[in-house]
């Protein structure tokens, strides 16, 4: 068995036990949909999957990590389901050659999956009244910077390079339902291959997505959006509208407007008429002028759901302190998409076990490094996830022998060394 004991009762190590949480019939359709296995004999579809999830759950920085890290024990590479540890240039190869887009439609198909279970397990907070039972999607990106002489293809000014992970949020799941990356110079009001939804979603977004066309479509669609106004937006006050007496003190005013700068001409969204919520943020002493196209909100509510865009900002933080999207093995495009979809497999499924398993709630950075020092040990989900403490251990009288008990045999008797022993 070498260094994995199979201990609190389970055959099988927690990287594989997470990694069978993707149902088999949903693997097999996205990699039949894409052909990622055909004239492929030995480093298949799983075997990346498997290999890519254990580098980013053990925070491995280069493929010989992985590599390595696999390759320790026979049992553990048997136990994962693959029939050998996979080498630096296979990997490499299946990072380049491997079409991204199979990991994307596994991450979708799961996410469809299991939806129903992460929104009744999601971490509750406080509902607000005027939207409750609405969808509401939150949209941002990220920018994660590149070497430009590494990452050509990802141009972003002229000696630096970097790519945008463009993101939509559903805050039913707190899971993005919608991701598209490209080169960080593309805008960020460009980035997402679907800008309007069903008719009553709501959009909250900054104002790097003010824009007349997208805002005409959007009203036409019959979505609902909160947004910044731009400094230089020109505009006409055309009713001021009355706050309430039990109005929060941040909240400064509520106008009715109409836009009339060139360009909302052009577009026609002169003709629309737009809300102007104005509040205070106190805690970092700035004005926010924000726009929505829904009167039947109370202006609290405004100023709520542009709160909740604080939402994306902390998955953001999340996803890059607890896994591997800033630094990549493969320098390529496919390479590096390939690896965020798999980062967000793996967020995906961390947020599953962390909702549905952990009996009291835990930060995500706490749990992920639990599951990451335990990894490679066979030990059960929901003894890694509740009944593993901090705190000192203490060993019995008969305590079974340990590594440093054979090191010390060695130095004693000088009868044979160490490789020996551990073989």
């Known amino acids: 068995m070498g260094l994995f004991r199979r201990n609190k009762n389970n055959n099988r190590p927690l990287l594989r036990q997470i990694i069978d949480l993707i149902p088999r019939h949903l693997f ?12 492929c004999s ?28 696999i390759g320790v024990s ?24 491997r079409d991204w887009r199979v990991f994307e439609h596994l991450y979708l198909g799961l996410l469809r999956h299991y939806r129903g279970v992460l929104k009744a397990k999601r971490l509750p907070d406080k509902v607000i009244r005027d939207i409750e039972n609405k969808t509401v999607k939150v949209a941002d990106s990220t920018t994660v910077g590149l070497c430009l002489s590494l990452f050509d293809w990802a141009k972003f000014r002229t000696a630096k390079g970097g790519i945008k992970i463009h993101t939509c949020l559903d805050s039913e799941t707190m899971l993005p339902d919608m991701v598209n990356i ?3 110079r593309v ?27 997208l805002m005409k479509a959007r ?17 006409e006050v055309v009713a001021e509208r009355p706050l309430p007496k039990d109005a929060p003190a941040g909240l400064v005013s509520d106008v009715e407007i109409h836009l009339t700068g060139k360009r909302a001409v052009e577009s026609g969204m002169a003709d629309y008429a737009l809300r102007k919520v104005t509040v205070h943020d106190a805690e970092k002493d700035r004005t926010l002028e924000l726009i929505t196209n829904n009167f039947g909100w109370t202006a609290e509510t405004v100023g709520a759901l542009y709160r909740h865009r604080w939402s994306i900002e902390v998955f ?22 390939s690896q965020i979809y798999i980062a967000l497999i793996c967020y995906l499924l961390l947020e599953l076990l962390r909702r549905n398993t952990c009996r009291a709630g835990q930060a995500f950075s706490n749990f992920t490094e639990r599951i990451r020092i335990c990894l490679n040990y066979y030990l059960s989900l929901e003894y890694v996830c509740n009944q593993i403490g901090q705190g000192a251990k203490r060993v019995g009288q008969d305590k079974p022998p340990d590594l440093f008990s054979c090191e010390r045999e060695y130095v004693t008797s000088k009868i044979k060394p160490l490789s020996l022993i551990f073989s």
């Open 42 to 69: 030995r480093y298949l579809t799983y075997d990346q999957l498997v290999s890519q999830m254990f580098g980013q759950l053990n925070r491995c920085h280069t493929l010989e990590d992985i590599s390595a890290g």
């Open 74 to 97: 026979l049992t553990f590479i048997s136990d994962l389901g693959l029939s050998q540890s996979p080498a630096r240039s296979t990997m490499s190869d299946g990072n380049r050659k």
């Open 182 to 184: 490209t080169e960080a």
């Open 28 to 39: 097999k359709r996205s990699v039949d949909r894409y052909g990622t296995d055909k004239h």
């Open 316 to 337: 953001f933080k999340t996803l890059k302190q607890n896994l591997q999207v800033k630094t990549f093995t493969g320098t390529g495009p496919n390479a590096v998409k």
């Open 219 to 235: 009203i036409e669609a019959g979505n609902d959006f909160v947004t910044r106004i731009k400094d230089n937006a020109s505009y």
């Open 187 to 213: 805008h960020d009001s460009k980035g997402l291959s679907q800008q309007v939804f069903k008719k009553g979603d709501i959009i909250v977004e900054d104002r790097a997505y003010y824009d007349f066309l």
